[in-house]
Every structure is written in structure tokens, then in C-alpha cells.
């Protein structure tokens, strides 16, 4: 039924933008990528090649101006995996609805919390393998959310995310995300980027992170540092209580140097008591929305006796 359903909307958000022209108050985007990889993956010394995606997607986003002070706005977005065996590739990711004007943006429905969105774009093997939440705590996307932002003031913005205790991933507890960010997040307007987010009581627990990326001549050279803590966890008889848990920190550093059409990346992370992990790669771009890539990374867990490794080259296009 979930692929029927997908299925439809697909169809219907094609069909409404293409006649989005005709409804120029209410135009709609369709909008989405196809990131794919083949892989050697070698996990505690079992090997495997996969043709993987990466976090594909599909979305459609629109606005509506209600006044000259107010408009409504709106995304429903699905991650599509090209690869799942099964073909019930549809897997829900953010999807909101929001009214935002002079006061900022509020916006209810399923969404990145605010301290995942703190990370702007520091992490240079997002949705791949070596992705930073491998190792890290924090990058949730919760079904039931509230969340405000506020407008920016000379760079700065302020932003929280309210978690309802009705979500299943919060342990019956309700739960907030701050955080606060300077400049953007992209570098194409200012040359540096800041945030510091907490994450308290989100998904059983609390979180502190500040990240910071910067353009230095044709590098972007970027640094995270977290500390997390478990506060909440089921007991044996599945009911949910207090966990005592010790506090661990970590950091990540990250680099791109860019020549010309070809980007190369590098990326080492570590967290206490859990592991670490390094990864090399590059980018090729053919054309603004199409782009070759390539990479290698590494994971160790002190938990386990034997590296995970991963080498892939993928294909990505946006549209």
C-alpha cells in the first residue's frame, strides 16, 4: 500500500507542476537527486560489492503568500532506494508545513531537529559511508516536531525544536533542540560559518555540539566538537526509565580543496569509548547538477577486533 501511495504522489506532484504556471500564486518544485555507488564494503572482515544509494530523494516544496506579511510554506520529501531488494523503496524524510513572515519561521511536522541542522555542511561524506553519524549522536529526524527560527539578525540565527512525547522515538519524553548559527551554512555569502546546538532529552539523549567551517584561499577547512550523554534507556521489562550513562566527547575535521572542476576531500573523526574513522575522496564535476565521485574510508570500533573498509564510485544528479 506505501508504494501505491508514493506512487500516486509522485504522479500528482508531476502533474501539479507542470500546471504550476497556471497557478502562479501557489507555485510548486519538484525537486530531488540520485546519488548511487558501486561499493566493495568490507565489514569485521566479511566482504561484499554492492550498487548502493546514497540517501536518493525525491521532494516536492511550494509557498503561499497570504499577505503582503505572511506566507505559508510547505515540503513533503521521500528518500528513494534505488538498491532495496524488496522494491518498497519509499522511506519518509522531512515533511512539514509552516507559516513564516517578519517573525521568523514556524513550521510543525516531521523534521531534522535543529542540532542536526546546526552541522550545516562541515561534513564532507554526508549520507556515504563515513557518515558522521556513524559515531556521533544527534542526527535525528523526528515524525513529531514543532520548530521555530527566527529571522537573521546581521548573520545571526536562532532556531529550537520542540519533540513531542507522543513520538515512539522519544521515550515518552518530551524534548528540545537549540541552537545558534552564524553565517551561512553553504559559504557562498559569508566566509565563515558557526553554530553551538544541545540537544536535551532527544531520542533518550543529550547532546552539546559546536561546529565551525571557514574558506581559506581554495580550502574549506571545518572542525566539530560534541559531547553526549545517555539519559534515558528501556529497562528488561521494556518499561522506560533514568539511564546513568557517563558523558563521552569527540571531534571531527574536515577539508576541500578545490582545483578547477575536481574537489578533494579528507575527514578524520573520533568519538570516546566508541572508535574512529578517516576517509579520502574526490569529486568531478561534469556539469552544475551531475558530478563523479569517489572515495575511501576507514572505521574502527574499540568494541570490535576488526576495521570496517569502504571503497566506492558513484554518480550524482540533482534535478
Not at 538498491?83 to 523503496?89: A, I, P, V
Not at 574549506?220 to 521494556?238: H, I, P, R, S
Request: net charge negative.
Amino acid at each position: 500500500m506505501m508504494n501505491v501511495f508514493c506512487k500516486t504522489l509522485l504522479a500528482s506532484a508531476l502533474a501539479t507542476a507542470t500546471l504550476a504556471s497556471a497557478h502562479a500564486a501557489d507555485p510548486l518544485t519538484v525537486y530531488g537527486k540520485l546519488n548511487v555507488t558501486a561499493q566493495s564494503n568490507d565489514v569485521q572482515g566479511e566482504s561484499e560489492t554492492t550498487i548502493q544509494s546514497n540517501a536518493s530523494r525525491f521532494g516536492v516544496k511550494g509557498a503561499f503568500e497570504l499577505s503582503s506579511s505572511l506566507e505559508a510554506f510547505y515540503t513533503i520529501e521521500y528518500e528513494v532506494d534505488t538498491g532495496d531488494e524488496s522494491k518498497e523503496n519509499f522511506k519518509a524524510r522531512n515533511q512539514f508545513v509552516g507559516l513564516r513572515g517578519n517573525f521568523g519561521a514556524v513550521s510543525v511536522g516531521r523534521n531534522d531537529t535543529m542540532l542536526k541542522q546546526s552541522q550545516g555542511k562541515v561534513d564532507q561524506f554526508n549520507d556515504l559511508s563515513a557518515d558522521l553519524k556513524n559515531l556521533f549522536k544527534g542526527e535525528n529526524r523526528l515524525a513529531q516536531t514543532a520548530t521555530y527560527i527566527t529571522p537573521s539578525m546581521s548573520g545571526f540565527k536562532l532556531g529550537v525544536t520542540y519533540a513531542a512525547s507522543g513520538d515512539s522515538d522519544q521515550l515518552e519524553q518530551d524534548g528540545y533542540s537549540l541552537a545558534a548559527m552564524y553565517g551561512d551554512s553553504g559559504l557562498k555569502k559569508s566566509p565563515i560559518y558557526a553554530s553551538i546546538a544541545y540537544d536535551s532529552d532527544v531520542k533518550g539523549y543529550q547532546v552539546a555540539r559546536a561546529t565551525v567551517q571557514g574558506k581559506i584561499a581554495g580550502f574549506k577547512l571545518g572542525a566539530m566538537y560534541q559531547q553526549e550523554e545517555k539519559v534515558y534507556a528501556f529497562d528488561d521489562e521494556g518499561e522506560v526509565n533514568p539511564f546513568d550513562g557517563d558523558s563521552y566527547t569527540g571531534y571531527l575535521v574536515s577539508a576541500a580543496y578545490t582545483i578547477d572542476a575536481v574537489v578533494l576531500k579528507a575527514q578524520y573523526q573520533d568519538m570516546e569509548e566508541k572508535g574512529d574513522s578517516w576517509s579520502i575522496g574526490g569529486d568531478y564535476k561534469l556539469g552544475k547538477p551531475t558530478k563523479l565521485f569517489a572515495f575511501y574510508s576507514s572505521r574502527s570500533y574499540e568494541s570490535k577486533d576488526e576495521d570496517d573498509n569502504f571503497i566506492g564510485l558513484g554518480l550524482e544528479h540533482k534535478f
